[in-house]
């Protein structure tokens, strides 16, 4: 079993930034890959940036190409998300995910609470 955790998310102004962090315990010397969503209201949960925990690999979705970076700490067991240049439309509520390799199928296995970002003009 594996529990994640958001935090680090909050109010700010277009072009400005923040750092999201993803704290995973329980059994995580098994992960695959983690990954973050968002959600924003009315909308359907959408992929943002994953990555493997081994490193050596990240993907983003077009629309923050260039302005998110997703990272981890394997020492803290946490992955980050450092959004910058942050615009309105970044406004969601951002979930972690994790990809376990001890669980078959695809598709994530577990999901954190989510964090809310909110982006002002």
């Known amino acids: 079993q594996v529990q994640l955790v958001e935090s680090g998310g909050g109010l700010v102004q277009a072009g400005g930034s923040l750092r999201l962090s993803c704290a995973a315990s329980?059994?995580?010397?098994?992960?695959?890959?983690m990954g973050w969503f968002r959600q924003a209201p009315g909308k359907e949960r959408r992929f943002v940036a994953a990555m493997r925990w081994s490193g050596g690999s990240a993907t983003y979705a077009d629309s923050v190409k260039g302005r998110f970076t997703i990272s981890r700490d394997n020492a803290k067991n946490t992955m980050y998300l450092q959004m910058t240049s942050l615009k309105p439309e970044d406004t969601a509520v951002y979930f972690c995910?994790?990809?376990?390799?001890?669980?078959?199928?695809?598709?994530?296995?577990?999901w954190g609470q989510g964090t809310q970002v909110t982006v002002s003009s």
């Open positions: 995910a994790a990809d376990d390799l001890a669980i078959p199928g695809g598709g994530y296995d577990y």
């Open positions: 329980g059994r995580t010397f098994s992960l695959y890959a």
